[in-house]
């Protein structure tokens, strides 16, 4: 790995570090690992751009846990028990040309509806087919049906049947004299 000299001092090499830092999001607690290099000459500690990238990464990942939303491997593995690749998903879910590789590598949270519409269609299969028909991208495979149970809907004519029950009491009877 080719070694930084530290912008502080310009006398020290930069080596990355780890370490885990408590984080809040809507009120959870909760901790995610911090990157950051730090210069064996002058202690300085600092983020350049891949650290900043990494540590936005692991919050987002916090954030989707918290709000209850897929993980960036869950993503990825719903597209791949699919057969897609991530162009084709975009086709088949909207949401841009990149957005899967942002949702996957936790880049970006993806919204609610599109969260509900990837749980939908893992969880009832023609809505996944229709979907793809619609996006005009083929299965590369057979789309499993395991969870889901057939019902027959076929019309059957059922005669309806009011009943009417009424009750009569001679004690609730009042008689007026005649």
């Known amino acids: 790995m080719k070694q930084r000299m530290c912008p502080i001092c310009e006398a020290g090499q930069l080596h990355t570090q780890t370490e885990w830092i408590d984080v809040e999001h809507l009120g959870q607690q909760g901790r995610i690992e911090s990157h950051f290099a730090e210069c064996d000459a002058c202690g300085s500690e600092q983020a350049g751009a ?9 919050m987002i990942a916090f954030k989707k846990q918290v709000q209850g939303l897929l993980t960036g491997k869950q993503v990825r593995d719903l597209r791949k028990a699919w057969g897609l690749s991530q162009e084709e998903a975009a086709k088949v879910f909207g949401g841009g040309p990149v957005a899967f590789s ?3 590598s936790d880049d970006v949270m993806q919204s609610d509806a599109m969260d509900k519409l990837l749980r939908m269609a893992d969880e009832v299969p023609i809505a996944l087919e229709r979907l793809m028909a619609k996006a005009g991208v083929q299965p590369k495979h057979t789309i499993r049906w395991d969870n889901v149970a057939v019902v027959n809907f076929t019309k059957q004519k059922t005669k309806l049947r009011t009943v009417i029950r009424t009750s009569h009491s001679i004690e609730n009877e009042a008689s007026y004299g005649g």
């Open 50 to 58: 891949t650290e900043a990238r990494l540590n936005k990464r692991a």
């Open 102 to 104: 942002k949702y996957e």
